[in-house]
């Protein structure tokens, strides 16, 4: 078991390079993926990045026309951007930025600071209720994917200042940084958004999981899960 003072940085050797792609076949230590040899590691996370940036340039074309009149509507029905960005927790610790179409009111966390969503939330628009509902506000992390810093599969990332309080709570929470996080993932598929401590902690579970069993094949039987869920064929 990780020591809770473990930080994502802790978790890998020191790559030479900068690429995420690059260090996530080299630089990871093997005992983090028990399933699999470094050699098997490697040709997994090479097949796994060709599945995500193929798979984003295919959906990122097909969907266009509905992420153009989505964003249309969100410009015509409130005040503000169609698009938002928001710092999130990637691989190795990392900060990047996200890409979503904005389904709150403007500047609703102003007062507020950085907090989840929860059921019922005042802050989401009608017009961001249905966007989340049918998870069409996601298709802009679909230039996350081919850009390497998200995979379609993997832990969901999490905003900088509440991963950092996270991290103080529960213990190896910094283990699930140790893929790309992704846009769907086993505890996404599981379970609902989190609203607690406690959820996450069940979330962390799943997360686990999915890097102890860390494969191509796995990514493969997720993206079809996520399509059926999206669909109200699997609960």
């Known amino acids: 078991m990780l020591k809770p003072s473990m930080t994502a940085a802790s978790l890998f050797s020191k790559g030479q390079g900068t690429d995420a792609s690059t ?27 060709c599945i995500d ?19 249309a509507l969100v410009k015509l029905t409130t005040r503000g951007p169609a698009l938002y960005s928001q710092k999130r927790v990637g691989q190795f610790g990392r900060v990047f930025t996200i890409w979503k179409i904005r389904t709150m009111y403007h500047n609703c966390e102003k007062l507020t600071g950085p907090k989840w969503s929860t059921p019922g939330d005042p802050r989401v628009t009608k017009l961001g209720g249905v966007l989340r509902a049918l998870h069409i506000d996601e298709l802009p992390q679909l230039m996350n994917v081919l850009r390497g810093q998200m995979s379609l599969i993997g832990p969901r990332p999490e905003r900088p200042e509440i991963a950092r309080k996270l991290t103080g709570l529960i213990e190896a929470y910094d283990l699930r940084h140790a893929v790309l996080p992704g846009i769907s993932g086993n505890a996404q598929i599981h379970l609902p958004p989190d609203t607690n401590i406690a959820d996450v ?35």
């Open 201 to 235: 902690r069940q979330k962390l579970v799943l997360d686990r999981d999915y890097i102890r069993k860390f494969s191509a094949w796995l990514d493969v039987k997720m993206l079809v899960l996520t399509g059926l869920k999206m669909v109200r064929l699997y609960r």
């Open 23 to 49: 260090e996530s076949t080299s630089a990871i230590k093997p005992s983090i993926f028990p399933a699999h040899s470094a050699a098997r590691m490697r040709m997994e996370f090479a097949v796994k990045a």
């Open 53 to 71: 940036r193929s798979l984003a340039a295919i959906l990122l074309v097909l969907t266009a026309p509905l992420l153009l009149i989505s964003m």
